[in-house]
T-cell receptor, first 116, second 118 residues
Framework: EPEVTQTPSHQVTQMGQEVILRCVPISNHLYFYWYRQILGQKVEFLVS????????KSEIFDDQFSVERPDGSNFTLKIRSTKLEDSAMYFC??????????????FGEGSRLTVL | AQKITQTQPGMFVQEKEAVTLDCTYDTSDQSYGLFWYKQPSSGEMIFLIYQGSYDEQNATEGRYSLNFQKARKSANLVISASQLGDSAMYFC???????????????FGKGTKLSVIP
């Protein structure tokens, strides 16, 4: 069954360092998302991406964050200068259609980021 | 105010028994969708079941069914014949307009930790 894949599964970094989290969405999907989950808390929306541009972002997604689709398959989340509070599980997700039209949103296995 | 409320932080169920995980939601929108996801201890988010607000029948997927009561704004997940592998966190989520600009996102509840007892 097609799935969303994410790398790395776990990354440890020093505060202030740049981090890039990578995702390969399901191949025929057109809408891509990043969500995050701080340990023990609920999953929160960060950003959605469609047609090579951000379609929506939350207040969490400040200037330290950026997303990119560098080629036809990868979708990346970059954190420019990590802070301790960026420690979380970051989930990539994709959907074939706009969430208004589909009930299918598939998540990857997550990338756990630990900032020391 | 909470958009998605899961009142049971933890639940226990005997193996092979059925269990209901509660979820209530708050929205003024007429068009919305409700999702349930399973998160095992390994951390991934596994899609289980979806119910659209206009769907007249309750959604079912194998051992999972969604008890959708629109007037009460509840969307409880029913797991029949529980298995040890069902032990996990379960999150209810609602798809709703995010900013009024035609974009929709998911809002998650805080989750219920289900433990299946042999």
């Amino acid at each position: 069954e097609p799935e969303v894949t994410q790398t790395p599964s776990h990354q440890v970094t020093q505060m202030g360092q740049e981090v890039i989290l990578r995702c390969v969405p399901i191949s025929n999907h057109l809408y891509f998302y990043w969500y995050r989950q701080i340990l023990g808390q609920k999953v929160e929306f960060l950003v959605s991406f469609y047609n090579n541009e951000i379609s929506e972002k939350s207040e969490i997604f400040d200037d330290q964050f950026s997303v990119e689709r560098p080629d036809g398959s990868n979708f990346t989340l970059k954190i420019r200068s990590t802070k301790l509070e960026d420690s979380a599980m970051y989930f990539c997700a994709s959907s074939e259609a706009n969430l208004a039209d589909t009930g299918e949103l598939f998540f990857g296995e997550g990338s756990r980021l630990t900032v020391l | 105010a909470q958009k998605i409320t899961q009142t049971q932080p933890g639940m226990f169920v005997q193996e092979k028994e059925a269990v209901t995980l509660d979820c209530t939601y708050d929205t003024s929108d007429q068009s919305y969708g409700l999702f349930w996801y399973k998160q095992p201890s390994s951390g991934e988010m596994i899609f289980l079941i979806y119910q659209g607000s206009y769907d007249e029948q309750n959604a079912t997927e194998g051992r999972y069914s969604l008890n959708f009561q629109k007037a009460r704004k509840s969307a409880n997940l029913v797991i029949s014949a529980s298995q040890l592998g069902d032990s996990a966190m379960y999150f209810c989520a609602m798809r709703e307009p995010y900013s009024g600009a035609g974009s929709y996102q998911l809002t998650f509840g805080k989750g219920t930790k289900l433990s299946v007892i042999p």
